[in-house]
């Protein structure tokens, strides 16, 4: 079918426009997924022959060809939505299950097949989009700013003010989006400054010496940047509820949803609820000023279940209240994997160490992480990882026969090890693992954050390899 777009649009947020809200398929069970804000895998799909592209940073184009990924025989008529009536017991482990897959031979290489189009990754790109080099780039600094909100733009001025060759990095394609969809002011970034936006930093290489971004334009080189110094401003990210239901089409945080209705001018829904750790009051008033009708506001700890099938239909907080978009305020995190490589050691499992004394945390990142309410009594079907489907009940069953240990559990389960790449799902796997054992998250190791950690084409990381020397 067409869809209308307008300029400017993403194509998730044309999408939503529409009412299509479901974007994409989880692995196993083959959950509708979509715009949230916080998982990857709910806006990948297939664009102009080009599987796993990101929806919700890909700018809207006539005559583009967007296709959902991991349905058959197509999108309206899924016969793999037939998986989501297998006990989720049956696929804990991941198709891969030994149980499951003949151990060699013919059998193996057929069975695996069958894998992979089940999880929706068996139809590799078009073949007339044969993959060359996009030429990169290499820029040394004194200081190199990551993050693009009020706080980053302060630190880059202020350094430039001072004389140094300072760069911005942020992933969005304007400067300050949440402060501004909130109607907030913020200073302009000083002319000196030179501004990579549309660009996500995926790697700290060498004790944060290199430090890597990847446009999410793909034919758009990379670049390589050799900073003095480096400030992470990379603020904080609203946790999704780890209730039943979290992973629902109109589960949406924060910053997506002021993206979609401030920014885009795409409603987010007939009736919306907004919980939070305190921002919420604030982030429904001004919700409110842009048309949407807030039906409730409340505390995030409060939520008990997400209620719906294709979509959110219904939240127990814990009385009932209907509603079809949550937009979540909180708790608020930190995404510790660029600090986690630039300061990690360890020769069988990374373990984070203090910063460098070069690299500086500033803004909403340095304010810390407020704990993830764990209810007593959570659904065994909650998903803590909807990239993988990997469920609070399956983390119980490695967790009960006494494995503790993150690392492991990553593993045996596969929980973050999708595109992800371990946030926000590491942050609900931990919070559940030490409610289970009743002790902090604090008292567990995180598994190890490793580059990339977003996407990077192989065309993009083919343009860099004359650009940097390996190391002897």
């Excluded at 060699?104 to 044969?130: F, Q, T």
């Excluded at 065994?380 to 503790?404: I, K, N, S, Y």
């Excluded at 409610?435 to 902090?440: G, H, I, M, V």
Aim: charged share 20%; net charge positive; proline share 6%.
């Amino acid at each position: 079918m067409r869809i209308e777009f307008s300029p400017g649009d993403t194509v998730a947020a044309a999408l939503w426009r529409a009412g299509m809200t479901t974007l994409a398929r989880s692995r196993k069970l083959h959950r509708h997924l979509g715009y949230s804000g916080s998982f990857t895998t709910g806006v990948l799909a297939r664009v102009d022959g080009r599987p796993n592209v990101r929806l919700d940073t890909t700018i809207a184009k006539a005559n583009m060809m967007v296709e959902t990924q991991n349905t058959w025989p197509s999108a309206r008529f899924d016969l793999l939505g037939l998986a989501q009536l297998l006990p989720s017991r049956m696929v804990y482990g991941g198709f891969e299950h030994g149980g499951w897959m003949p151990r060699s031979g013919v059998g193996y290489r057929i069975a695996e097949r069958i894998m992979a189009n089940l999880a929706g990754v068996a139809r590799p790109a078009d073949k007339d989009l044969r993959s060359q080099a996009i030429a990169g780039d290499r820029v040394a600094l004194d200081c190199l700013v990551v993050g693009g909100g009020p706080a980053g733009i302060a630190e880059a001025n202020r350094r430039a003010l001072l004389g140094k060759d300072v760069a911005l990095v942020t992933r969005g394609g304007a400067l300050a989006r949440s402060a501004s969809a909130m109607g907030k002011s913020t200073e302009a970034v000083h002319e000196r400054v030179r501004v990579f936006s549309g660009m996500e930093l995926f790697g700290v290489y060498r004790d944060g010496n290199l430090m890597v971004g990847a446009p999410h334009d793909h034919e758009t080189g990379a670049v390589i940047f050799e900073p003095g110094e480096a400030v992470f401003a990379t603020g904080r990210r609203s946790i999704p509820p780890l209730v039943k239901g979290n992973h629902l089409p109109g589960v949406i945080d924060a910053a997506a949803a002021l993206q979609l209705m401030a920014v885009q001018g795409v409603n987010i829904g007939q009736k919306v609820a907004v919980l939070g750790t305190g921002a919420e009051t604030a982030l429904a008033e001004r919700l409110r000023a842009l048309d949407v009708n807030v039906v409730h506001v409340g505390r995030v700890e409060q939520l008990v279940e997400i209620a719906g099938r294709r979509r959110v239909t219904s939240i127990g907080v814990p009385h009932r209240v209907q509603c079809d978009t949550l937009v979540h305020a909180g708790p608020w995190r930190t995404d510790p994997s660029l600090g986690f490589q630039a300061s990690a050691d360890g020769l069988f499992q990374m373990q984070a160490r203090p910063l460098p004394a070069r690299i500086q945390v500033v803004g909403a990142a340095a304010l810390g992480d407020e704990p993830i309410p764990v209810h007593g009594d959570i659904h065994q079907d909650t998903l803590v990882c909807p990239c993988m489907d990997v469920t609070a009940g399956e983390l119980f069953c490695h967790v009960d026969a006494g494995e503790t240990d993150p690392e492991v559990l990553k593993r045996l389960t596969s929980c973050g090890m999708g595109t992800c790449q371990g946030f926000p799902c590491w942050e609900n796997m931990i919070a559940l693992l030490a409610a289970r054992l009743r002790r902090e998250p604090r008292d567990f190791d995180r598994p190890t954050h490793r580059p990339p950690r977003r996407s990077i084409t192989v065309a993009q990381a083919a343009g860099l390899a004359g650009l940097v020397e390996p190391d002897r």
